[in-house]
């Protein structure tokens, strides 16, 4: 609520209401920070468009205008347009998201109607989105992974300084707002060879442009005192070429399988609004929605399980919950007044509890509905069986052959999994091959084949090899340690297996042995460790061998090997002791201890990703927060699903 301290709360005045004007953007950022009995709190009577201006007078009368906006042109020009009517506001108080131009205050001095009633003209420095929940921030804008990494993207400079200098500003103002300075990292760029999408080594230099922005932004706020004077917590930006296996795997949490299965077949708008058809009591067809957020209790519990786990409590959530109203309707006539009193009390709650559970209800049967439709379980032991090194292009093409009616979009999105994960596999042939068995179009192998525009050779090269980015690679078997990952039990579930790069790149970071090399700082920091971690624990790994383990940190995220099925229990066999590394390409060399290490304890952790993040790494912060208990947020350009981040990489040649 800060912001609504800063701007609404400096401008109360009692007895009288308020009229909040937002351009598109800050309405993203108050609809998620704010609900409408918090505005009423704060006076405000009416929120609206900036656009819809004041060509029926509808704000004549009104006492107060506020205005939240981002500082450009056509938002200028509409403030002072509709404030050089008599019939508008008496007092005007202007918030910009970030710093306006000289230029945009020149044309507000200029307005002397405006002048006589402007009261406030601040910079708020808000220009970020709380989502989908308060670990979770985006910036936008949201085509960034085409603007900064598409074909010829550095030749349109204008456009592409435009989103480098969105960035690093919105960046600017959450530090600023959370009264935070950070020390910054950032991903650095491999040099390319020349088989490489022409220009893409200049292009992949967007993450050290951003970071050395972000940090000249920062630098200023320094001066100004806005943030602190030495380094408070640590930032790491990321481009999606890190990690692009995880925007498109089908991924079995609770939450993950509504994004991804309810958005495709219509059921879910806005990434989070739940829409079904539901029969009323007196035999009506009428649509329900349900918001699916942190108000949602049982949501909020479920979203991070494994969709068998998850179905499983709301079913029996739903068994309780009608014994205990059936109880209470059987004793009633026991009861005493008081007794009765306190039942009736709880009746509204019992009912909103009902029809929560009952939407979830809803939710899980569409989705097994679905799972079993698709042959989603098949599909996704496959999926995983290849990121984690256990199948091979033979299985790949013997499922293909075997599932000729399969979705072509799930279809795409296996052969994505097997080219970011095999490099250098892709020629004339195999394509050609793909096409045929897959029945897909020219325009679908170009989303393969589009993965080099994020750095990851997929297709032959004539000469040499690059390591690559490699979740499962023959040549590299070592023994994983066994662990419980993320509270779900990989030998219960195989398609628990799956962890997106992120946890490896964040154990590395908080053990501080994160490389300098590939992922150096803006500027060595200035203050002390923001804080240390022992090593002093050991654990077994499965051959019995002695594994030192860091002490308040995080263990290892490697997944493990599992003969079981997602539904249930299987017994393990000997073969699950041959595991496969998984690395970020040219990780293996140049590894140096960087001697900062973040544990818990003192000091957030923020991660940045260039072309959006995904529900799955958002896991894997909450995870982190919660075992470390410590802040640790994500956040990038854009929230991506498996469409979102398919059709980017189309656009990208």
């Keep these: 609520m800060h912001v609504l301290d800063v701007m609404l709360g400096s401008v109360k005045e009692d007895g009288e209401w308020a009229v909040l004007l937002l351009d598109k953007f800050t309405t993203r950022i108050m609809s998620n920070i704010c609900g409408i009995s918090d505005l009423l709190d704060y006076g405000v009577s009416l929120v609206e468009n900036l656009m819809q201006g004041n060509s029926q007078g509808r704000y004549s009368g009104q006492g107060i205008g506020v205005y939240f906006v981002t500082p450009t042109d056509e938002n200028v020009n509409a403030i002072v347009s509709m404030n050089s009517k008599r019939s508008c506001f008496q007092k005007v108080h202007i918030f910009f998201s970030t710093a ?69 500003q919105r960046l600017a103002s959450l530090f600023v707002t959370m009264k935070e300075m950070p020390s910054i990292r950032y991903r650095a760029a491999v040099p390319q060879g020349d ?4 220009g893409l080594d200049s292009r992949l ?5 951003v970071a050395i922005e972000l940090s000249n932004h920062l630098n200023h706020f320094q001066q100004l005192n806005h943030v602190p004077e030495c ?119 019992y009912q909103d509890d009902l029809r929560t559970l009952n939407t979830h209800v809803e939710i899980a049967s569409r989705l097994n509905k ?91 090269r004539n000469k040499g090899a690059l390591s690559g980015i490699s979740f499962g690679r023959k040549k590299k078997k070592v023994t994983r340690r ?70 308040g940190a995080v263990t ?14 299987a017994t393990n066999n000997s073969s699950n002791n041959n595991q496969n590394t998984r690395s970020d390409h040219s990780d293996e060399k140049g590894r140096q201890n960087s001697g900062r290490n973040v544990a818990s304890g003192q000091g957030r952790l923020f991660i940045y990703i260039l072309g959006g993040f995904t529900y799955s790494e958002l896991r894997v912060v909450h995870h982190l927060s919660s075992k470390l208990d410590k802040d640790i947020f994500i956040g990038g350009t854009s929230m991506l699903n498996p469409r979102s981040f398919i059709d980017d990489l189309s656009n990208l040649s």
């Design 195 to 198: 088989e490489f999408p022409h």
């Design 482 to 551: 066994d662990r419980n990952v993320f509270g779900i039990n990989n030998q219960d579930y195989t398609l628990a297996r799956f962890v997106p790069l992120l946890a490896e790149k964040l154990e590395e970071l908080i053990s501080g042995r994160m490389s300098e090399e590939q992922y150096p700082f803006v500027q060595a920091p200035r203050s002390p460790s923001v804080s240390n971690i022992s090593f002093s624990d050991t654990t077994s790994s499965r051959d019995g061998s002695q594994v030192k383990e860091c002490k």
């Design 370 to 460: 679905d799972i079993d439709a698709g042959r989603l379980a098949e599909f996704g032991t496959l999926e995983q069986e290849i990121v984690c090194g256990d199948a091979t292009s033979k299985e790949l093409i013997s499922f293909l052959s075997s599932n000729q009616l399969l979705d072509r979009f799930d279809k795409l999105r296996l052969l994505l999994c097997y080219s970011a994960t095999h490099l250098e596999k892709l020629d004339e042939v195999r394509e050609a091959q793909w096409r045929k068995l897959a029945r897909l179009q020219e325009k679908d192998m170009k989303c393969i084949t589009n993965l080099e525009y994020l750095g990851l050779p997929v297709c032959k």
């Design 556 to 569: 290892s995220f490697r997944t493990l090997r599992s003969n079981s099925t997602w539904v249930g229990k």
């Design 205 to 209: 230099l967007a993450t050290q442009r």
């Design 100 to 168: 306006p131009s000289p230029q945009h205050i020149e044309r507000i001095k200029r307005s002397s109607q405006l002048l006589s009633r402007l009261c406030t003209l601040k910079e708020a420095n808000v220009e970020y989105v709380l989502y989908p929940d308060s670990r979770g921030f985006l910036t936008g804008p949201e085509d960034a992974l085409v603007t900064l990494l598409g074909a010829g993207a550095e030749m349109v400079q204008p456009r592409y300084d435009d989103a480098l200098s969105i960035i690093s």
């Design 231 to 349: 380094e408070t917590c640590e930032l790491i930006i990321l481009d999606r070429g890190f990690d692009a296996v995880a925007p498109v795997i089908h991924e079995w949490t609770y939450e993950s399988m509504i994004q991804d299965v309810l958005e495709s077949n219509g059921t879910l708008t806005q990434g989070r609004v739940f829409r079904c058809e539901v029969v009323s009591e007196a035999g009506v067809s009428e649509e329900k929605e349900h918001v699916l957020d942190e108000r949602d209790s049982l949501y909020m519990e479920l979203r991070h399980k494994h969709f068998a786990d998850a179905s499983t409590r709301i079913t029996n959530y739903l068994d309780e919950l009608m014994r205990g109203g059936k109880m209470s309707s059987m004793s009633v006539r026991n009861m005493d007044l008081r007794s009765m009193a306190k039942l009736v009390q709880k009746l509204p709650k």
